[in-house]
C-alpha cells in the first residue's frame, strides 16, 4: 500500500526556518520523482517544488524560488524541505506526493508562520 507521511511542521515566526519531512512506503521511491505540494486556508492545492528521482535536477514554484529547497534521501525513502525565510502567507498544510503512483495523498504537515 503507497503511503506518504509527511512530518515536521509547526509554529514558525516570520523570518524563520523550519524542515520538512515525508516518509514515502509501498513503492520503489528511487524510481519515482517526488513533489511538495501546499494548500492554505480558503486556497487550492498548489505545487511548491519538484526533484527527480535520482535527486539531481529540482524546480520550485516563483514563490518558493530561494528561499525553499527540495532533497531525498533514496536510502532513507525520505523527501525533505527546507524552508527559509518564512512569511505569513507560506502559512499551510504542506503535502509530499510521488505524480506517477497511483495512492491517496497523506495528511499533511501544517505549518503556520506567525508571530
Known amino acids: 500500500q503507497v503511503q506518504f507521511v509527511e512530518s515536521g511542521g509547526g509554529l514558525v515566526q516570520p523570518g524563520g526556518s523550519v524542515r520538512l519531512s515525508c516518509a514515502a512506503s509501498?513503492?520503489?521511491?528511487?524510481?519515482?520523482?517526488m513533489r511538495w505540494y501546499r494548500q492554505g486556508p480558503g486556497k487550492e492545492r498548489e505545487l511548491v517544488a519538484v526533484i527527480t528521482s535520482a535527486g539531481d535536477k529540482t524546480s520550485y514554484a516563483d514563490f518558493a524560488e530561494g528561499r525553499f529547497t527540495i532533497s531525498r534521501d533514496n536510502a532513507k525513502k525520505t523527501v525533505y524541505l527546507q524552508m527559509n525565510s518564512l512569511k505569513p502567507e507560506d502559512t499551510a498544510v504542506y503535502y509530499c506526493?510521488?505524480?506517477?503512483?497511483?495512492?491517496?495523498w497523506g495528511q499533511g504537515t501544517q505549518v503556520t508562520v506567525s508571530s
Open positions: 509501498g513503492f520503489t521511491f528511487s524510481s519515482f520523482g
Open positions: 506526493k510521488a505524480p506517477n503512483v497511483v495512492g491517496d
